[in-house]
């Protein structure tokens, strides 16, 4: 997995920034290998009810296709900044900013 580290005049810019800017392909990614890690899928079942999205509506497939589906949704919903936050509430030792 390839890392991106954005600098703005030496200082990294915090994922809840980019998660408001438009066209974030590679947050999409980045979010979507770190909860294909780091969810099972009664977790990411969890993740789903702490979001309030339905787990059962999101894409028939593997864990994989459904984390997939589930940050689009936050995306398309503009709720990315929700996601990034319940991500660190439930996986506090990760360090999201690493993005």
């Given at each position: 997995?390839?890392?991106?580290?954005?600098?703005v005049?030496?200082?990294?810019?915090?994922?809840?920034?980019?998660?408001q800017?438009p066209?974030?392909?590679?947050?999409?990614r980045?979010?979507h290998?770190?909860?294909?890690e780091?969810?099972?899928?009664?977790?990411?079942r969890g993740?789903?009810?702490?979001l309030?999205?339905?787990?059962?509506?999101?894409i028939?497939?593997?864990?994989?296709?459904?984390c997939l589906?589930?940050?689009?949704?936050?995306?398309?919903?503009g709720?990315?900044?929700?996601?990034i936050?319940?991500?660190r509430?439930?996986?506090?030792k990760?360090?999201?900013?690493?993005?």
């Amino acid at each position: 997995m390839q890392k991106l580290i954005i600098q703005v005049e030496t200082n990294r810019i915090d994922i809840l920034e980019l998660a408001q800017q438009p066209g974030t392909g590679p947050l999409r990614r980045f979010l979507h290998e770190e909860i294909h890690e780091r969810f099972d899928d009664g977790e990411l079942r969890g993740l789903c009810h702490a979001l309030g999205v339905v787990y059962d509506d999101l894409i028939d497939g593997g864990l994989g296709e459904k984390c997939l589906d589930l940050v689009g949704y936050m995306g398309r919903h503009g709720r990315k900044r929700e996601l990034i936050a319940e991500l660190r509430r439930q996986r506090p030792k990760v360090d999201w900013n690493r993005f």
